[in-house]
């Protein structure tokens, strides 16, 4: 069972930055696809960012010229940098691993609450 581990949330005035961190063990991560999700009380659970294990990424709309999604494989971490952040970018935030084997893992979220 992989385990994601997610680090960096916390609370943040409007036009604040964070980094989100995700750390997954194992040597599949350089073969993996990751991604960030995220879910605000009473709405979906929605795409923020990708990368490909070649390192191409693709953005939610609320996401482009805000968030940066990138990735470390020596240290098997991926990373949402987010800045300008907005209230409306208030969720519990998680990182998602899909591996080329079919199987996908989450990790347990991190929270991100911006306001002032």
């Known amino acids: 069972q992989v385990q994601l581990v997610e680090s960096g949330g916390g609370l943040v005035q409007p036009g604040g930055s964070l980094r989100l961190s995700c750390a997954a063990p194992?040597?599949?991560?350089?073969?993996?696809?990751m991604g960030w999700y995220r879910q605000a009380p009473g709405k979906q659970h929605e795409l923020v960012a990708t990368?490909?294990?070649?390192?191409?990424?693709n953005y939610a709309d609320s996401a482009k010229g805000r968030f940066t999604i990138s990735r470390d494989n020596a240290k098997n971490t991926v990373y949402l940098q987010m800045n300008s952040l907005k209230p409306e970018d208030t969720a519990v935030y998680s990182c998602?691993?899909?591996?080329?084997?079919?199987?996908?893992?989450w990790g347990q979220g991190t929270q991100v609450t911006v306001s002032s």
């Open positions: 990368i490909t294990s070649g390192g191409r990424t």
């Open positions: 194992g040597s599949i991560f350089s073969s993996s696809a």
């Open positions: 998602y691993q899909e591996t080329t084997y079919g199987i996908g893992y």
